[in-house]
């Protein structure tokens, strides 16, 4: 799963959306009809999780269950059904490894098993100075530049244990770092170099597939 499914033991007595979040919220429900707001349920707890660094407490889920004019159960239904959604607290680099066939076919499991190691923790755990947390997840949709991973919003593709370990230890000194391929391959172009689109490709200076030049 991509979450940390666990639901925090602790938590906040208290939940409000700033003042920012609530314009955006009105933002949000406008795009429903009125006899529809609830369908804003999901957009809401994403909104929640940002705010409460990344994790949502149970009090901010009947905050929004008030906001929508429904039952308190059915938000934590929504909540503790999707894997997108944390119940518990996680590290400030919430990294996402998929292992999903065509990920696991181009080495997956060997940066799962680094990252473990590098880290010192397991699939499902965050780092002592909470800095990291570690967990699997099936396709996020990057295929063809597999393998891959998420960490918060951030695609990091075309890794190996050794790129990994760049990743990581940029992440650590808070050093920002080039997100999407890591071998330099644009977008999801072959890894051989361009097979269509010939003349666009020269013109933007994109290697050419030998045989088609």
């Known amino acids: 799963m991509g979450s940390v499914r666990k639901i925090a033991t602790k938590q906040p007595t208290e939940f409000k959306f700033t003042k920012?979040?609530?314009?955006?919220?009105?933002?949000?429900?406008?795009?429903?009809?009125?006899?529809?707001?609830?369908?804003?349920?999901?957009?809401?707890?994403?909104?929640a999780q940002r705010q409460h660094d990344?994790?949502?407490?149970?009090?901010?889920?009947?905050?929004?269950?008030?906001?929508?004019?429904?039952?308190?159960?059915?938000?934590?239904?929504?909540?503790?059904?999707?894997?997108?959604?944390?119940?518990?607290?996680?590290?400030?680099?919430?990294?996402?490894?998929?292992?999903?066939?065509?990920?696991?076919?181009?080495?997956?499991?060997?940066i799962v098993d680094f990252t473990k190691k590098h880290l010192g923790i397991e699939v499902g755990e965050t780092t002592k100075d909470?800095?990291?947390?570690?967990?699997?997840?099936?396709?996020?949709?990057?295929?063809?530049?597999?393998?891959?991973?998420?960490?918060?919003?951030?695609?990091?593709?075309?890794?190996?244990?050794?790129?990994?370990?760049?990743?990581?230890?940029?992440l650590a000194s808070d050093t920002k770092r080039e997100i999407g391929s890591q071998t330099g391959r644009v977008n999801s172009l072959s890894s051989a170099g361009a097979t269509s689109l010939l003349k666009e490709a020269k013109k933007a200076k994109i290697t050419i597939q030998d045989g088609d030049k």
């Open 54 to 110: 990344n994790w949502i407490p149970e009090v901010a889920m009947k905050e929004i269950a008030t906001i929508l004019g429904m039952p308190p159960i059915k938000v934590f239904e929504v909540a503790t059904f999707y894997s997108m959604y944390n119940l518990s607290p996680v590290g400030k680099n919430y990294i996402q490894c998929c292992t999903t066939t065509p990920c696991w076919l181009r080495g997956s499991s060997d």
């Open 20 to 47: 920012e979040n609530l314009k955006e919220i009105d933002a949000i429900l406008k795009k429903y009809p009125e006899s529809r707001k609830k369908s804003g349920v999901m957009p809401l707890l994403d909104l």
């Open 130 to 170: 909470g800095k990291f947390t570690l967990v699997e997840v099936e396709c996020l949709g990057a295929c063809v530049n597999a393998p891959m991973v998420q960490i918060n919003d951030d695609y990091y593709e075309d890794l190996t244990p050794e790129i990994m370990k760049d990743v990581l230890e940029d």
